[in-house]
């Protein structure tokens, strides 16, 4: 049976030069996630960092199969209530690839733009698909699955390089 979503695990590292009209970030900074489902995740606030917070929080995030991008928002926290700091899309494909292992750990950065458009910081992140483990003859969960129901076996490659190939 075919999934209709994935989790991601998303690691919000930190935020570097993080302004609100054009003044720095003083405290209380904090990160909110979104998908095209309206799943959202929200970190910890760092009430200490400033401009430059760091928050090192591992986040669980079910995003549809169909999803082009998830949504990276700074707020933080005010006497007047939550601001936003700036939004990054990140497209999927940015860590959902065809040359790469789905389960490949990404470090990436993103530029947050303001609600007039505006450069505003940058966000770390890193993001690793989970991938759904199998489980092989042994129990150890390693592997590719092969045939139909009744084949419990696993495919195991080993790269095999040849340096000189007329002697067979």
Known sequence: M??????LEVTVISGENLRTDRKPVKKNAFVVIRTDSNSVCTTKMD????SYPSWNEKLALDVPMH???ITVEVQCKT???NK???VARVPVSDFIG???PQ???HFLSYRLRDYKGEKNGI????????VPEYASCSGTGMGVPLGGNNFAGVVTGIPVWCTNPGKF
């Open 2 to 7: 075919e999934s209709t979503s994935r989790t």
């Open 47 to 50: 009430a200490d960092g400033g």
């Open 67 to 69: 999803a082009r991008f």
């Open 79 to 81: 006497s007047m209530g």
């Open 84 to 86: 936003t700091v700036g």
């Open 98 to 100: 065809e040359y790469v």
């Open 103 to 105: 389960s490949y750990l």
């Open 123 to 130: 966000i770390n992140i890193s993001v690793r698909a989970k």
